[in-house]
């Protein structure tokens, strides 16, 4: 009982701004944007990996509903000025690897996109063959594949062939302790009417059926242990 008191005590405290990105109380302000609890646990896994040889790099943590509402903007824009694509293709082009604005993972701050610092100078760093055999990150996806789950994070988006929604992202990692509360409360929200009210290119595309889609494939469209 008292468990589940804390954790309804937990789930009154998140408010909407804080899962679409739009409050950063709860993200600790340093070189490293994590939820606090993410952040504390992000220490001891990477303190732990530096014990093995293996450097890991934060790329990508808290990112606010206004940076992805910028990156959306920036696709969509060059989607349907340079290629010409209408509104409905450019968003389906787009949601292959980026979230609509409020929708995105990173706003949780329970979310890390890591690399080997080792070879942090090379081009074009997250792309999953550099994690895969052979590849500059494989010892780094090795030691998660190992050591990640007792630190408490998982992979989000793996290569499960069945798995819809966005693409393999062997550098994707959530802190599952918090990410399951903060997911369980995302999905009371009404994606719809909170998108209507932003400055995000195409919304007018994103309708009842498109939100149901997209919640189905890309906000569920995770690893089968985080679901």
């Known amino acids: 009982m008292l468990l589940l008191a804390n954790r309804l005590m937990h789930a009154q405290e998140i408010n909407t ?9 709860r993200i600790v302000s340093d070189t490293i944007l994590l939820e606090k609890k993410t952040y504390s646990a992000f220490i001891k ?6 014990k093995d040889g293996i450097i890991i790099k934060l790329v990508s943590g808290f990112r606010d509903f206004y940076r992805q509402q910028i990156i959306w903007n920036n696709k969509y824009k060059k989607f349907t000025d340079e290629f010409s694509l209408d509104g409905p293709t450019a968003i ?11 929708t995105s993972r990173h706003h949780w701050g329970t979310e890390i996109d890591i690399i080997d610092k080792n070879f942090e100078n090379e081009k074009d760093l997250l792309i999953s063959k550099k994690y895969e055999d052979g590849g500059i990150f494989n010892s780094l996806k090795k030691w998660m594949d190992k050591n990640s789950k007792r630190f408490g994070f998982y992979i989000v988006y793996d290569d499960d062939s069945d798995r819809p929604g966005f693409e393999y992202e062997p550098w994707h990692y959530t802190y ?6 903060y997911q369980r409360e995302f999905l009371k929200l009404n994606l719809k009417s909170i998108i209507s009210k932003t ?7 994103i309708n009842d059926e498109f939100i149901k889609k997209y919640i189905d494939e890309n906000i569920m469209g995770i690893s089968s242990h985080l679901k």
Do not use: C, H, Q, W
Request: zero cysteines.
């Open 45 to 50: 896994m990477k303190d732990a990996a530096e």
């Open 17 to 25: 701004e804080i899962l679409i990105g739009m409050d950063n109380s």
């Open 176 to 181: 599952k302790p918090v990410s399951d509360l």
């Open 92 to 102: 389906k082009e787009i949601i292959r690897f980026s979230t609509i604005p409020g």
């Open 199 to 205: 400055k995000v290119e195409g919304k007018e595309f």
